[in-house]
């Protein structure tokens, strides 16, 4: 089946039930989106599909094929995802990492949809797991980012 | 023009032959066996010939200045969020006179010369990377700098006494001319390394990265999923794995009934047995899982002359907590001071009170993994997640048969770790990929699913402490006695108590300031049917909760405010009289409540410290119920590490480790029925999520004092907090974790 991906096409072959995650991952070698529990529990797999987030561990590729879908390896050629990145570099968020690429995910669907969210929006879509507990860190960049996006 | 080093380009954490890089060639790569985690009453092994002032001095180990003058330091620790790295480039680099930016920091393979440690060990543990290398990691970097000057006097031709460095060139300021450090690093590489008495440090008033805030040298590919871990790693020709274990340890494989279906299934390479597992290698990771899970295993039970401990077909958490509490004795003393036996037997008031914990799990978000080649030579490459290499390749060495100089052992970032990659027996991957790849002839990665850890990660200890204390006719306690019925993780691995109490199990208990003149700190050990192991903060994480939750009950008991109490039980202590005020100053002074709050909600402050890892602790919590819940508004605390290399490193691990204490509280237990854990994934065995955290505000104070850890001393006292202040609100004590196990209205 065909897959797009950051805007390039790739050929896969692949189960029809086979989970997004294990054919980003494996199959196509973009090791940036994180296995973390294969339950959507925790949003470590969170991808973009048509803009919004999803979470790959679960996600038959099957499902998405044709679909625009968007992982960490571009979310710099985002607008929304640039300021996401620089802001979590500026806050200094992350710590172990491993669950970043997922809450930048998230934060780049949320402003996209949501370009100055409150701190009750922000609460509502920002619920993957940081077993680092870079929480308060999360909502000090996303309040700075929908601040900077008031002042425009 | 020089030679640069021949270390080519290699991105972070990228798979790379390490053994065939010159700057290692000159690396003492002995066998070195620590004591971390080693049986109780075997004395610490020392390492080897690495005595202190020969500690951190091979330079060319470390260090390797690109021609671009960029720097790359093998570090001797671990990242895994802690911010170990970026500190190391603080250090290395203030005395090199090279900016932390222009650093790239990997972990350094096993081997002596990065046994740097001034307790003669290496492992990042125990809150230690930076406290116990900090000076002889200064003296690194100041000794490569006198190298870097001295290539130059030769180059220049001019005498060393008229050189000076500005961050990353030396200078000849007389003839105006300098020389990049990229330009020098050939030659300077190979100076002989001076005498390390002759090197002078630089005065700490005029430090330019210590003690600032310094960007993490990692946070920008931690936020554009570039940087890798050993989950994401890949070499030629490799094969994935996954497993499935026993369902409880000990017990071994019978038979395989449907092996040949398992072995027909899509992607499938080849089906394993193992010890206490079976495993398919297939050519996708999720080929392999399918299939490994569906293979149906007949267990057989552990044999009785299993090495491993194996879990009974009986085991309950909630019984053998019961089992706890039902001990007698015999009884250790750990701390025997005074006459407590008198002291409560004259008591005007005497109060008794039995307090609880829960095990736990690490639950890191980077479920385990390795990655294991054996090369053409013989020779065998590990990629594996750890927090003590040299450990783990004497392990790798032990199963395998191999030399140590034949094992590559490759220390990836850790995603997450908290206490899980010791070498635990039975709890970590690496042996069975590496028999994989051997069975298979091809380089071989296993992850561990998400439900296989949760299987064998190792646990938390639980524990059922006793206390008696006797008050005075004002109230003031005069007595405290605390029998803990219960193993700590250490003497857990040994298998056995050892000849003096094993400190991880009591610490925390051990250890407090508080001016009571009688005091008994008591273990009854008593040997679980759990694996246990270190978690962040080890036996502070439970221990400072029972005595800081009790000394509220005695405050209330005497009739006096537990701030004040602990003012006047620390009144001759100026450095943690400073601290405590410090956390009610933050707090905007201290006000235990009940209140009201702006949003109308009932509020109650809770306060405890805690002493963990050579540093202090101060925590002010404010509460409220919610739907029957604890709500944590906010955690305020004041930590005293002496003194510190990133104030804003600092901040963050404070947070985390306030993060890992609320999960503790308010919901993370680890449950067993029937010798099955109940949870084995986080949908029954939440974490913390981003709606429970609190709001974390943080005061340093640096006291000046000998310098103490920082990634767990700010978590110990995060429960006893919450506890007291929950006890507040509502009225009722709280003598055991997690509160999701109350009912609140």
């Known amino acids: 089946m065909e897959l797009r991906i950051n805007q390039k096409a790739y050929q896969v072959e692949a189960d029809a039930d086979t989970p997004l995650l294990w054919v980003i991952r494996d199959d196509l070698g973009m090791t940036g989106t994180k296995y973390g529990c294969g339950l959507a529990q925790c949003g470590a797999c969170s991808v973009l599909v048509d803009g919004n987030v999803v979470r790959a561990c679960v996600t038959p590729v099957a499902a998405v094929a044709g679909r625009e879908i968007t992982t960490i390896e571009a979310i710099e050629a985002d607008d929304v995802g640039k300021r996401v990145v620089a802001a979590w570099v500026e806050h200094q968020v992350a710590q172990c990492g491993y669950c970043q690429s997922g809450q930048v995910m998230a934060a780049t669907a949320l402003l996209k949809h949501t370009p100055a969210p409150t701190p009750a929006q922000i609460d509502a879509a920002m619920v993957n797991l940081c077993r680092c507990g870079t929480y308060n860190a999360i909502h000090t960049a996303m309040d700075d980012l929908a601040k900077q996006e008031r002042a425009l | ?212 805030p310094v960007k993490r040298l990692d946070a920008y590919d931690k936020s554009t999923g570039k940087a890798l871990y050993t989950i994401d790693l890949k070499v030629d020709d490799m094969l994935h794995a996954a497993v499935q274990h026993a369902p409880r340890l000990g017990m071994t494989v019978g038979s395989l009934r449907n092996q040949a279906q398992v072995q027909a299934m899509k992607g499938v390479h080849s089906v394993h047995t193992l010890t206490g597992a079976v495993a398919v290698v297939a050519e996708r990771w ?317 509020r109650a402050r809770g306060v405890a410290m805690a002493s963990p890892f050579g540093s202090h602790a101060a925590v002010v919590a404010e509460v409220s119920i919610e739907h029957g819940q604890v709500k944590v508004h906010h955690i305020w605390e004041a930590i005293d590490p002496g003194s510190i290399v990133n104030p804003a490193i600092v901040q963050a691990q404070v947070a985390g480790a306030v993060a890992l204490g609320l999960s503790q509280t308010l919901l993370e237990e680890a449950v067993y029925v029937d010798g099955k854990p109940r949870a084995r994934n986080y949908d029954l065995y939440p974490i913390l999520p981003p709606s429970r955290m609190a709001q974390v505000h943080v005061k340093i104070i640096e006291s000046g004092e000998k310098m103490g850890g920082i990634g767990e001393p700010p978590l110990p006292a995060v429960a006893p907090a919450v506890a007291n202040a929950v006890a507040q609100l509502t009225g009722q004590r709280i003598r055991s974790l997690p509160l999701s196990r109350y009912t609140f209205s």
């Not at chain 2, 330079?59 to 690109?66: G, K, Q, T, Y």
């Not at chain 2, 552990?302 to 509490?325: G, I, N, Q, V, Y």
């Not at chain 2, 007595?479 to 040994?494: F, H, K, M, N, Q």
């Open chain 2, 286 to 602: 999720w080929h392999a899982k399918r299939a490994v899970e569906a293979i149906q295993v007949d267990w057989l039970e552990a044999a009785a002359d299993s090495t491993l401990r194996a879990m009974p077909a009986d085991f309950s958490t909630d019984k053998h907590r019961d089992f706890l509490a039902a001990q007698q004795g015999p009884a250790r003393d750990d701390e025997n001071e005074g006459d407590v036996a008198g002291a409560l037997k004259n008591a005007k008031t005497r109060v008794e009170a039995t307090y609880h914990n829960q095990y736990l799990n690490h639950a890191q978000l980077e479920p385990p993994s390795a990655l294991a080649r054996f090369n053409p030579d013989g020779s065998l490459e590990v990629w594996l997640p750890n927090q003590a290499p040299d450990m783990f390749r004497a392990d790798i060495a032990k199963r395998t048969g191999l030399d140590p100089a034949n094992i590559t052992l490759h220390s990836p970032l850790l995603g997450g770790f908290f206490g899980r990659h010791f070498l635990y027996e039975s709890a970590n991957p690496y042996p069975q990929a590496i028999a994989l790849a051997k069975a298979v002839g091809r380089p071989v990665k296993l992850i561990w699913s998400r439900e296989e850890e949760f299987l064998r990660d190792v646990l938390r200890p639980l524990a059922v402490v006793k206390f008696r204390a006797a008050l005075d006719d004002k109230g003031l306690p005069v007595a405290i006695e605390a029998v803990s019925a219960t193993e700590g993780p250490t003497e857990a691995l040994a298998g056995k108590q050892g000849d003096k109490i094993d400190p991880t199990a009591i610490e925390g208990l051990s250890g407090k300031s508080y001016a009571i003149p009688n005091k008994r700190i008591a273990q009854i050990y008593v040997k679980g049917p759990a694996m246990l192991g270190y978690w962040r903060s080890v036996g502070n994480s439970l221990n400072d909760f029972f005595y800081e939750a009790f000394l509220d009950e005695l405050a209330d008991k005497g009739g006096h405010d537990p701030y004040e109490l602990r003012l006047h039980l620390l009144r001759d202590n100026p450095r943690l009289t400073t601290l405590l005020k410090a956390a009610a100053e933050l707090s905007g002074g201290w006000k235990r409540g009940p209140y009201t709050a702006e949003d109308g909600s009932r």
């Open chain 2, 1 to 212: 023009m020089n030679t640069p080093l021949p270390l080519s380009d290699v991105p972070l954490g990228e798979p790379v032959n390490l053994s065939r890089r010159r700057f290692l060639a000159s690396t003492a790569v002995g066998a070195l066996v620590i004591g971390f985690g080693l049986p109780m009453g075997s004395a610490r092994v020392q390492a080897a010939t690495t005595n202190a002032a020969e500690r951190g001095t091979q330079v060319p180990a470390f260090l390797e200045i690109r021609p671009d003058g960029s720097v790359r330091l093998l570090s001797p620790f671990m990242e895994g969020g802690q911010g170990t790295h970026t500190a190391m480039a603080q250090i290395v680099g203030e005395e090199l006179d090279a900016d932390p930016a222009t650093f790239v920091v990997e972990a350094a393979p096993p081997g002596e010369a990065y046994v740097v440690m001034e307790n003669g060990m290496r492992i990042t543990g125990g809150s230690m990377s930076v406290r116990m290398s900090y000076p002889t990691m200064r003296r690194l970097g100041a000794l490569a700098r006198a190298m870097l000057l001295q290539a130059a006097a030769q180059q220049l031709g001019v005498p060393l006494t008229e050189l000076t460095t500005q961050p990353g060139r030396v200078v000849h300021a007389a003839s105006g001319r300098s020389l990049g450090y990229g330009e020098l690093a050939g030659r300077a590489l190979d100076m002989p390394v001076p005498d390390p008495a002759s090197i002078t440090l630089r005065d700490p008033s005029q430090f330019r990265w210590i003690g600032k």
